[in-house]
């Protein structure tokens, strides 16, 4: 058992999966392809904005020989199916230089890893853009995908070596990992990224503001519903004192009835006078 920084953190997730080795054998395994690349971007941006919109690619790589660009997202967000369908188009758009032409050079495959979960609860989603009839037969001309993966959802249906990629994210969520559940070279080598022992000063700085980032959205989020919930309650007394006014009830009835104040009250009957 070894103790790990956690591939929730974009800061780790990307310290890790930017190695080429453990880059492409993830493709390999997701797409059941074989990329030929040398370097992985982080933090990837075009220079000309697409939209008005600039997305940033967590882990970025293209591969000139075999004509492919692979993006790899970790985050999740509450918008996250249409987030990375628009960076995804935004990665074949940039291609496109003119109006002559709408074939883009490299083919495009992003693989969004959701390490939070998500509402489906599915381990794998994939977004096939290929065209297929009425009888649900594709034809070969798109090739791009989206594949959304969820490693809390892993089961015994989940595809052999995928499985293997999606528990090692999974197990490491809680700060340790027992190596001998691991084989696959590639998977073994993320260990030497994200032991706690070998995590710079600068690398945890960032994982406490990632941290507390994720908590003030929890905390932003609980309290728009909490707001959410006292509006309605407060918008539903000021509809049963509309009614009350109408049936010509007196203020004080109305108040002790609903709980709004004289004020509100008094501005609801002239309203209701001037209509």
Same mark, same amino acid.
């Given at each position: ?22 880059f ?10 074989k ?26 790589a293209?591969?000139?020989? @075999? ?29 496109? /230089?003119?109006?002559y ?8 495959y992003t ?27 594709y ?9 959304f ?10 595809? @052999? ?8 994210? @999974? ?14 070279s ?10 706690? @022992? ?68 008094? /501005?609801?009957?002239?309203?209701? /006078?001037?209509?």
């Amino acid at each position: 058992m070894i103790k790990v920084a956690s591939l929730r953190y974009g800061v780790i997730f990307k310290k890790a999966f930017c190695d080429v080795e453990i880059f492409t054998g993830f493709v390999r395994d997701v797409l059941g392809i074989k990329i030929e690349i040398d370097k992985v971007e982080t933090e990837k941006s075009f220079e000309e904005a697409v939209g008005k919109v600039q997305p940033r690619f967590d882990l970025y790589a293209e591969d000139k020989k @075999n004509r492919i660009i692979i993006d790899i997202q970790h985050e999740r967000h509450t918008d996250h199916y249409d987030r990375f369908l628009h960076y995804h188009c935004v990665a074949l758009l940039e291609q496109i /230089k003119n109006s002559y032409d709408y074939s883009p050079c490299f083919n495009v495959y992003t693989i969004v890893v959701l390490t939070s979960g998500d509402r489906h609860k599915k381990d794998v989603l994939v977004s096939n853009f290929a065209p297929q009839d009425l009888e649900g037969n594709y034809i070969d001309e798109i090739t791009h995908k989206i594949i959304f993966l969820c490693p809390k959802y892993v089961n015994e249906k989940t595809p @052999n070596p995928l499985k293997e990629w999606l528990q090692v994210i @999974n197990d490491s969520l809680d700060g340790q990992i027992d190596e001998s559940n691991y084989h696959l070279s590639e998977v073994l080598k993320i260990f030497s990224h994200i032991e706690q @022992n070998d995590i710079s000063p600068e690398e945890k700085s960032r994982m406490i503001e990632e941290y507390s980032f994720e908590e003030l959205k929890k905390s932003e989020y609980k309290k728009g519903i909490e707001q959410g919930l006292e509006q309605g309650i407060q918008q539903e007394k000021i509809d049963i004192a509309k009614v009350m006014l109408k049936k010509g009830l007196d203020y004080k009835i109305i108040i002790e009835l609903t709980d709004l104040n004289e004020t509100t009250i008094l /501005k609801l009957s002239a309203e209701e /006078k001037l209509r």
